[in-house]
């Protein structure tokens, strides 16, 4: 949670900076919009934008949320480098567990999973620019169901009514979350 005194000191000081003078309802509407970070997230993305900042006003929230979160480009790419691990660790046998909600949506568009881990080489090139393009799509619309990946074994148990003999799923994603803070 946002500390309100030390980011009211950080927005005084930004405005200053810029000597701009800031109201009680945007300075709300920017607490508002980064009370789920931490002061040090804050104050680290607001440093980022003066150094790069090139325009003659206060930082906007998209601004500082690029620096936070990275751009749609940057989370698309992240997205797809983690479908590439679940790949890796499981392939078209294991079920998949992503803690991001977008890209099981993503991969459900493409195809399914399986299709996904039975594509040829050669097509990777195109399906990654497919799902990245869906990604920054369903990151734009939000409202998006997390939903667990299931894999041949689970699906070929559940037709089969092993429903209790089900294989460890994979997670992908959750460690990642954890470190940055959300």
């Known amino acids: 949670m ?15 900076m810029y000597s701009k003078e800031i109201s009680e309802f945007i300075l709300d509407m920017y607490y508002d919009i980064f009370k789920d970070y931490t002061i040090e997230q804050f104050e680290k993305a607001v440093t980022h ?24 480009d940057d989370k698309a790419l992240m997205a ?3 479908v590439i691990e679940a790949i890796k660790k499981g392939g078209y046998y294991a079920s998949i ?27 990777m090139c195109f399906i990654e620019k497919r799902f990245m393009d869906l990604y920054r799509l369903l990151l734009k619309r939000g409202n998006v169901i ?37």
């Not at 946002?2 to 200053?16: A, E, H, N, Q, S």
């Not at 003659?56 to 751009?71: A, R, V």
Request: glycine share 8%; aromatic share 8%.
């Open 146 to 182: 997390n939903k667990k990946i299931m894999g041949f074994i689970e699906t070929q148990n559940n037709s089969m009514g092993y429903s209790d003999n089900m294989p460890d799923v994979i997670k992908i994603g959750f460690e990642e979350q954890k470190q940055i803070g959300h």
């Open 2 to 16: 946002l500390d309100k005194d030390r980011f009211i000191m950080v927005m005084t000081g930004l405005c200053d």
């Open 97 to 123: 567990e992503f803690a991001d909600p977008v890209i099981p949506a993503c991969i459900e568009d493409l195809g399914g999973w399986q299709y996904l881990c039975c594509s040829k080489q050669d097509d």
């Open 80 to 82: 797809w480098m983690q």
């Open 49 to 72: 934008c003066i150094k790069e900042h090139v325009y003659n006003s206060i930082p906007k929230p998209p601004d500082i949320l690029s620096h936070l979160e990275g751009t749609k």
